[in-house]
């Protein structure tokens, strides 16, 4: 079974901020503002992506749903 923390029982909150930035593109990436325009989204936060995107990677199948 496939976990976010791996085998960490109760991650702190760096860790939570480490895996929300791995579920979004890079913050690095060429011509970020124009992804950041399609999404609708005035900055980079990750939060913000993942709500938007649902942490969807092209690499694997998994995502993730806020809900409040």
């Given amino acids: 079974m496939f976990r976010a923390f791996g085998v960490v029982e ?3 909150y760096d860790q939570y901020l480490e895996f929300l930035e791995s579920r979004c ?3 690095s990436r060429d011509k970020m503002k124009l992804i950041l325009k ?3 989204l005035p900055f980079y936060d990750p939060m913000m992506i993942i709500e938007k995107t649902e942490g969807r990677m092209a690499e694997d199948d998994f995502w993730i ?4």
């Fill in 10 to 12: 109760t991650p702190d």
């Fill in 25 to 27: 593109f890079p913050s």
């Fill in 38 to 40: 399609d999404l609708d």
């Fill in 65 to 68: 749903r806020i809900e409040r």
